[in-house]
């Protein structure tokens, strides 16, 4: 949880350390969208991983200043292995319910403005990083509620209308890869392994991915 906090206060000083211009405004900004992808829902690594398919709400509001975004996030995921994908009986298919909080800053690095200053499209390219903590309510025969960090790293864009003069405002959509790696305990009776050529079996690392596809509606002022 400290390397979690760590992170967020250094992406808050970073954002702010590199927002210092005048002529930039600060404005809000919101985004609604929809969550699907490879959710791992694990404490621990095991042979058999954990990783089913989720689909869920994500919600993000926050604060861009020139090309940076720093946000506050909410996420909901309802993560499910689906029937045929494993043959276990239905009541001990993996599953649960994950809730997840957090804070990022997105980073512009290609911006598309139209010249017009009444009402005009734009876009970003942008990467995305941050810091969350997640609960998961297990809800196979593994039952049991844990808590967890986990970090982000994303890449994303989004297409917009906007108008520049008062009252401002864009509306448009967005989408985006996001990657949450989460520590997990690795059990000292897992065996070691080896994938492709190399000198000798080896323990693996105590870190499990959630790969997700998020696309959703931005807007602001």
Request: charge should be positive.
């Amino acid at each position: 949880m400290r390397t979690q906090l760590a992170l967020i206060a250094a992406i808050v000083a970073g954002v702010a350390s590199t927002s210092t211009a005048r002529a930039e405004r600060t404005a809000w900004e919101s985004g609604v969208g929809l969550w699907i992808g490879s959710v791992n829902i694990s404490r621990q690594r095991t042979p058999e991983a954990d990783n089913v398919l989720g689909v869920g709400a994500h919600l993000e509001l926050g604060a861009r200043r020139g090309r940076w975004l720093l946000a506050t996030e909410l996420g909901f995921l309802s993560a499910q292995d689906p029937a045929g994908m494993m043959a276990i009986p239905d009541d001990a298919r993996p599953g649960a319910l994950v809730a997840r909080a957090g804070v990022a800053a997105r980073y512009s690095f290609k911006q598309v403005r139209s010249a017009t200053s009444v009402l005009g499209a734009g876009g970003d390219l942008w990467l995305d990083f941050g810091a969350g903590v997640q609960q998961v309510r297990r809800s196979d025969g593994d039952q049991h509620v844990f808590s967890r960090g986990d970090v982000k790293l994303g890449l994303g864009g989004e297409f917009n209308m906007r108008r520049d003069r008062r009252p401002r405002f864009h509306l448009g959509y967005y989408y985006a890869l996001t990657v949450l790696l989460t520590r997990v305990d690795v059990p000292a009776h897992h065996p070691a392994t080896c994938v492709g050529p190399c000198d000798s079996a080896t323990r693996p690392i105590p870190i499990e991915e959630t790969f997700l596809f998020n696309v959703g509606i931005t807007f602001g002022g």
